[in-house]
């Protein structure tokens, strides 16, 4: 019944001498944090000098914030779940049902923001199924969001018949093609919710607990924090947000589709690690996986520009993941 | 996008021969050549997509013209691939072919481009003309298969094989894929007037898949020893079904045409393959960006070929040899229709 | 002794674990301004003892009183509400966190702004600089990280939290068993500045030295039960040894 003392808890000589001697090192993820923003400047930088006609226009600068917005919004959802040590694989499935609720809702003629709300409903449900299961039953986030990315992506095609609905709204797609000030209304949403997050990861007591939870779930407990909470919202919100996400979807491509989209998936688990988020959790920043969505489609729209045939862009892009990741390993 | 740089324009003005800002005009003298083209197809994890990526690629050399061939970051990824044509949409090409995932997914890019005065060419799966046109896009030439009409044809042809009064096993795609239910519901509309008593098993969704589809025919045989002939609603598919275990000699039928299907309808493992040329329409793709950028008269609506290929004519399909080889009969061994190459101007 | 002047007693408490009684009806008390240790065995029951009154246990059977009223805790937020803290030897900061946030972690000071509450960092880190300074524990910032800390600096900030919160009982187990010497003696000198403020501590500790260097009263525990009690001026290391190992008995 005694508790085993834990060498790995003991202290490391010299690392807090070293600390005090240099300030700049004194928080040793200081650097990780920049590095994902080192890198997206690259890639302009690179790119800005391959083409700069075409790179390098507004109009261009333009399509990588556009196609920027949906992707760093299902992030920030996966930010949080990743923040407590777990991970959210149901996003794009739970983002297509969303879709699919959304077009049922646009079917029965129901008011825009009614289906908007219904999606982001149906996404937050699932969620919250996702985080009861991780916390009270204890099964591992990877199996349980993996069989939710099967379940929804399922319920998706049952509800739908497996048949998109044509959603035809002038003010969904104005938002989808309009901007203000050279920067596009859909890039504006994504912001506010980024902004939005960092402010509740680092400014509140929700932020806090989630943080404690992911980085020393035992300990948190001890304090009294309840982890079940904690998980339930974290995965509450990643589907919420898929579920909001879905609704840019359709405004962007003006149909609600019932198959699922694993890129996007894949996307926000890259610019996660890409942002310099821990995936052994604790550890985490809402502005460095946003950079990193940034740089994944500047990566991606400067490959197809500069002509690079698909087959490598695949390569690319896997290159300049494990790339930055192992560099934010090394500076750690 | 209105405020683009001065020094963009003057690039812009430079590349091109001419200015486009009535392009039905001025463009008119531009020669083959000098017509700069972009295509954004589907996925490329699949034969037929890079049937037609040949296609264009090829047809565009013929011309003197280096295509510029994307593909969706992934077969399901909608908007990645709207993101991509807007990518292209930002350079100055004179002519866009596109093929959608779906039939909503690029109607505001093409909606951009249209802005921007530029041409739209639609291959393979249409885009569609509601959506289009809420998003203020344009379509100047639409070439593509018929894949109810292809299924549809697979359905007699076989009943005609199979005799009446039998059992047919139907796989398809991924669920609620468009093609894929045109071709098995042209399959089974086809069966069915040739055969009022034909009964049918399945659909099962094998996601276009090989090793799925052998699977579902595995499950589907033990389940229902009566099935006589298996359809699939593409070639990858029906693969797999022919390496079913109690597969026997029962029939099957794939969609495509993709190299591997000829080579098993030739050692006869299957029965035939309705055989689409994919790359037939990159070429006509190409054609009609040229027609259009040489100010000429674009053919609205062409539908490419499809033929049924089995043992009687698959030695004249084998011998229509690709340069890359995933579509070695890159055109059809009959005669066909193309209303766009005599409207080029040399 | 009179009751009212104990800050904590156990009477007879049991728990046991499926067919392991790790506890078989253990009897022990704590004075404030004392520190009581619990000395043992691996798996005589001491921590399955302590974290019945933490309560991250709950008793099977038996009582906890607290300055003499009897008390039940289902969890152990509710113990803590009723001004028990404990200090564990690993398990106690979240390293990820700050030091203020740890110190502050679960009982933040707030701005509520409906259900969303604003964390007041600069009260919070202001406070928390007052509960290093409270017991004489000197880090370079309260905005470091715990993970850049050395393990005496993290068990003094525990200790600090512990008894920042106007703690009644402060529990203690093996607090310096992953330190070094010179850490151990910092930690020790942090439990005695605790005991002159009053509070009671359980001190779980193989390490009979600073057993009797700290103690005032020890309870021996072995096999599930508490076997002796004593003044920690009335026995010495080998009498300790001999009753842990079974070769001694005493009342």
Redesign the interface.
């Known amino acids: 019944?005694?508790?085993k003392?834990?060498?790995g808890?003991?202290?490391?000589?010299g690392?807090?001498s070293k600390?005090?001697f240099k300030q700049r090192l004194?928080?040793?993820y200081f650097w990780s944090d920049w590095l994902v923003v080192v890198a997206f400047l690259l890639v302009i930088v690179v790119f800005g000098a391959i083409n700069p006609?075409?790179f390098l226009?507004?109009?261009?600068l333009?399509?990588i914030l556009?196609?920027s917005a949906?992707p760093a919004i299902i992030v920030v959802g996966q930010t949080f779940t990743v923040a407590t040590a777990g991970i959210d694989l149901s996003v794009s499935s739970i983002l297509t049902l969303g879709a699919v609720i959304f077009g049922i809702c646009f079917t029965k003629e129901l008011p825009v923001w009614v289906c908007m709300l219904g999606g982001m409903l149906a996404g937050m449900i699932a969620g919250i199924i996702n985080g009861l299961i991780i916390s009270v039953r204890k099964i591992n986030d990877f199996i349980v969001t993996l069989g939710m990315l099967s379940i929804a992506a399922g319920t998706a095609?049952v509800l739908?018949n497996?048949?998109?609905v044509?959603i035809?709204n002038?003010g969904l797609?104005n938002v989808?093609?309009n901007?203000k000030f050279?920067v596009p209304y859909l890039m504006y949403i994504a912001f506010a919710i980024v902004v939005f997050s960092h402010f509740?990861l680092f400014?509140?007591?929700?932020?806090?607990?989630l943080?404690?939870v992911?980085?020393?779930p035992?300990?948190?407990?001890?304090?009294?924090?309840s982890i079940v909470r904690i998980k339930v919202a974290v995965y509450g919100i990643s589907g919420l947000l898929a579920g909001f996400a879905a609704t840019l979807?359709i405004a962007?491509?003006?149909?609600a589709?019932?198959?699922?989209?694993?890129?996007?998936l894949l996307n926000s688990v890259a610019a996660v690690v890409l942002g310099g988020v821990?995936l052994f959790?604790?550890?985490a920043t809402i502005f460095g996986p946003f950079v990193a969505t940034l740089l994944l489609?500047a990566l991606?729209?400067g490959l197809?520009?500069i002509?690079v045939?698909?087959?490598y862009?695949?390569i690319s892009v896997g290159i300049v993941v494990i790339l930055s990741a192992s560099l934010v390993r090394n500076v750690r | 996008m209105k405020r683009k740089s001065s020094a963009v324009i003057l690039l812009a003005v430079a590349a091109l021969t001419v200015s486009s800002v009535l392009p039905g005009q001025a463009a008119a003298k531009k020669k083959a050549k000098d017509v700069k083209i972009a295509a954004v197809v589907k996925g490329l994890d699949n034969p037929f997509f890079i049937g037609i990526k040949e296609g264009i690629e090829e047809t565009a050399l013929k011309y003197g013209i280096r295509a510029n061939v994307q593909a969706a970051p992934g077969l399901n990824d909608d908007v990645g691939q709207a993101n991509k044509l807007d990518s292209l949409a930002g350079q100055n090409y004179d002519c866009y072919i596109v093929i959608p995932i779906s039939s909503n997914n690029l109607s505001q890019a093409v909606g951009k481009i249209t802005k921007k005065k530029k041409t739209v060419i639609n291959i393979d799966s249409p885009i569609d003309a509601t959506s289009l046109a809420a998003a203020g896009g344009k379509v100047t030439s639409f070439a593509g298969t018929d894949n109810f009409a292809a299924g549809e044809a697979g359905g007699k042809d076989m009943i005609a094989k199979i005799g009446t009064g039998k059992t047919i096993g139907l796989i398809a795609g991924l669920a609620g894929n468009v093609t894929s239910a045109a071709r098995i519901d042209g399959f089974k509309k086809g069966a069915l007037a040739a055969d009022p008593t034909v009964k049918f098993v399945g659909p099962e969704n094998a996601d276009w898949d090989t090793t799925k589809a052998l699977d579902k025919a595995n499950a589907m045989l033990l389940a229902n020893p009566s099935i006589a002939a298996f359809f699939a609603a593409n070639d990858q598919m029906a693969q797999g079904i022919s390496k079913a275990t109690n597969i026997g000699t029962k029939k099957i039928y794939g969609v495509d045409g993709i190299a591997d299907a000829l080579t098993l309808v030739k050692s006869g493992k299957i029965s035939a393959t309705i055989s689409q040329y994919p790359y037939v329409m990159g070429q006509m793709g190409v054609q009609a960006c040229i027609i259009a950028a040489q100010g000429g008269k674009v053919p609205e609506k062409t539908i490419t070929p499809y033929y049924i290929i089995d043992s009687s004519n698959i030695d004249k399909a084998l011998a229509n040899n690709s340069s890359r080889g995933y579509f070695p009969n890159q055109l059809p061994p009959g005669t066909y229709d193309n209303p766009y190459e005599k409207l080029i101007k040399k | 002794m009179s009751t009212t002047s104990l800050a904590i007693e156990c009477n007879a408490v049991k728990k046991s674990f499926g067919n392991v009684n790790a506890l078989k009806g253990a009897t022990i008390s704590a004075r404030p301004g004392e520190v009581t240790a619990i000395v043992g065995d691996n798996g005589a029951g001491k921590t399955t003892l302590i974290k019945c009154i933490a309560g991250v246990y709950q008793p099977d059977e038996g009582e906890i009183r607290i300055n003499g009223e009897s008390v039940t805790f289902d969890s152990p937020e509710s113990a803590r509400v009723a001004g028990i803290e404990t200090v564990y030897q690993n398990l106690s900061l979240v390293e990820d966190l700050t030091i203020w946030q740890n110190l502050f972690l679960n009982r933040e000071i707030t701005k509520n702004l409906g259900v969303v509450k604003i964390l007041n960092r600069a009260k919070m880190r202001e406070e928390s600089e007052a509960m290093l300074k409270k017991l004489d524990v000197y880090i370079p910032s309260v905005r470091s990280r715990t993970r850049g800390l050395s393990g005496g600096q993290r068990q003094a900030v525990a200790i600090c939290r512990a008894v920042g919160w106007g703690s009644k009982v402060v529990i203690m187990d093996e607090p310096t068993a992953a330190l070094g010497a010179r850490e151990t003696m910092k930690v020790e000198e942090l439990i005695k500045k605790m005991k002159a403020q009053g509070l009671a501590i359980l001190l779980i500790s193989h390490n009979f030295e600073q057993v009797l260097r700290l103690s005032d009263h020890i309870f021996v525990m072995r096999q599930g039960d508490v076997i002796a009690g004593m003044r920690t001026k009335d026995t010495t290391g080998d009498e300790l040894v001999a009753l842990i190992t079974g070769s001694a008995k005493r009342g």
């Open positions: 019944m005694d508790t003392s834990n060498p808890s003991a202290s490391k000589p690392a807090d600390l005090s004194r928080d040793p006609s075409a226009s507004i109009y261009n333009n399509n556009v196609a949906i095609l739908s497996g048949r998109p044509q035809i002038s797609a989808a093609i901007e050279g509740l400014h509140t007591r929700f932020g806090v607990h943080l404690a992911g980085g020393d035992d300990s948190a407990r001890a304090m009294g924090v979807a962007r491509i003006g149909a589709e019932p198959a699922a989209n694993t890129a996007i821990s959790g604790g550890r489609q991606s729209n197809t520009i002509g045939a698909s087959y862009q695949y």
